[in-house]
């Protein structure tokens, strides 16, 4: 992830970036 962004875009790869980390952990339990 070294190329820039705007902040809309950061903003929707975060929230990407969340939903696929809780949906891993959920899976994990």
Avoid: N, P
Avoid at 1 to 18: H, L, S
């Amino acid at each position: 992830r070294d190329f820039w962004m705007t902040a809309q875009e950061a903003k929707e790869y975060g929230i990407v970036d969340e939903v696929l980390i809780q949906r891993e952990l959920a899976e994990k339990k």
